[in-house]
């Protein structure tokens, strides 16, 4: 560990620093999704709009469910070109879908491999509808309780004492 924690305290970083890990926390949702799986909660290849509670559609290729292992193999079509990480917190992600920015038109989907974000909201989304969980919770419950981990998917769900020990993000 190498580096400034905190650049406006002069606070040098540690190797117990907590750190916001950004995609790897795929793999660690993956998982999560293989509990469920394998409790028969989710089915990989069943199509995700019955879960989400709405449609979701290649308006292109209206006929291909998009399934959990389309959205978590980053084969769902989907793009992040219509701006995900604008859409506000406890906003719904199904109009953002109504953008074609937000689909590849060129790729139906699970033809082609295009690195999404948006494909691991819509994950998340599924699994608090089937389990009635929230995600971040859901995920403690699920992957990183078991495996011993003293992590957090959100910094308000970590004890104040480790959050205050978060690495920066520059």
Known sequence: ADGPADTATGRAVTADD???V???SKLVVAIGVLRLVEAGTLDLDADVSGQLGWTLRHP????VPITLRLLLSH?????DGAGYWQVPLGEPLAPLLDDPRAWDSAHA???FFRYANLNFPLVAQVMERATGERFDRL???LVLAPLGIDGCYNWASCDAATAARAVVLY
């Open 18 to 20: 907590p750190v916001r």
């Open 22 to 24: 950004a995609s790897i």
């Open 60 to 63: 292109d290729w209206p006929e």
């Open 75 to 79: 084969r769902s079509s989907l793009t």
């Open 109 to 111: 989907p699970g033809t």
């Open 139 to 141: 995920m403690a419950r």
